[in-house]
């Protein structure tokens, strides 16, 4: 082998380590947006991030999660708060009895949240429903989401999830 084909060679190699370098470090950069891409192409986990309260009540969210409740936030009325909190997942009464989100305003339940099936779903008594009625808005599983607070001209209480 000649010189300048070795030569051409470890160029070669060299070019070849800088680009699995570089993708190594793009994918460290950017590991938020390929999770909850992963996550949304799947219907993996569903993460609210923001809570928006266009209420004149305070909203009060948790999750009953392996048995404890755990990601407990008290939006005031008019505000916003930021806070992570995975939709517990449940496919049956026994799931849901340990993993399920309530949702209260003014102190009073308006919502119980669950992701079964790739999709956010929800009932209005604290009971699981098989294939229960998914949630307005974004309620398909995975990726980053809002929910948002409302209060209609008649006084009706409503909530709806959108992409974050």
Not at 52 to 65: A, C, L, M, R
Not at 72 to 86: E, L
Not at 115 to 130: E, G, L, T, W, Y
Request: hydrophobic fraction near 40%.
């Amino acid at each position: 082998m000649s010189v300048t084909n070795q030569q051409a060679g470890r160029q070669g190699a060299s070019s070849d380590l800088d680009i699995v370098l570089n993708a190594a470090v793009w994918l460290i950069n950017n590991a938020g947006v390929i999770g909850d891409l992963w996550s949304r192409l799947t219907g993996g986990v569903t993460n609210v991030k923001e809570w928006v309260n266009q209420t004149g009540q305070e909203i009060e969210v948790f999750k009953i999660d392996g048995g404890g409740i755990q990601d407990h936030y008290r939006i005031p009325p008019g505000q916003t708060r930021s806070g992570d909190m995975w939709i517990p997942w449940a496919e049956s009464d026994a799931d849901y009895a340990r993993h399920h989100t309530t949702f209260m305003i003014g102190g009073k339940p308006l919502a119980y949240v669950w992701q079964s099936a790739k999709v956010m779903r929800f009932n209005i008594v604290d009971a699981f429903v098989p294939g229960g009625t998914p949630v307005v808005g974004a309620s398909g599983g995975g990726g980053n989401r809002r929910v948002l607070f409302g209060t209609d001209p008649q006084g009706v209480s409503a909530f709806a999830v959108s992409v974050f």
